[in-house]
Nanobody, 132 residues
Framework: HVQLVESGGGSVQAGGSLRLSCAAS????????MGWFRQTPGKEREGVAS????????TYADSVKGRFTISQVNTKNTLYLQMNSLKPEDTAMYYC??????????????????????????WGQGTQVTVS
């Protein structure tokens, strides 16, 4: 399995930037869909950005397009979320997630990374982002 640990959250003024990091350990993240989700109290987890570690186009929620960028460093099993032009509505707990290997499974995630929490099996503990 994959263990994920997020970092980089904090408080920032509206219009500012933050860079979240997700360090993976255990099994390699190769051949998986990885993503960032966020959640506020009383709401379901929302997909923010996702990508497949084998490459291809990333998928973004409409609310963050043009502001957030997801990226990876496979050699270090690290996933990033660069967040620019932050808005108060971006305030949430942000979670890193990884799917199971898409080999022999959900191969279509290679074509379009998923923003659905149901497609992910491994989760970090979250890092809080507060924008004011």
């Amino acid at each position: 399995h994959v263990q994920l640990v997020e970092s980089g959250g904090g408080s920032v003024q509206a219009g500012g930037s933050l860079r979240l990091s997700c360090a993976a350990s255990g099994n390699t993240v190769s051949g998986r869909c990885m993503g960032w989700f966020r959640q506020t109290p009383g709401k379901e987890r929302e997909g923010v950005a996702s990508m497949h570690t084998s490459g291809g186009s990333a998928t973004y929620a409409d609310s963050v397009k043009g502001r957030f960028t997801i990226s990876q460093v496979n050699t270090k099993n690290t996933l990033y979320l660069q967040m620019n032009s932050l808005k108060p509505e971006d305030t949430a707990m942000y979670y890193c997630a990884a799917s199971r290997s898409t080999t022999g499974g959900k191969w279509w995630l290679l074509l379009r990374p998923s923003l659905s929490a149901y497609d992910y099996n491994y989760w970090g503990q979250g890092t809080q982002v507060t924008v004011s």
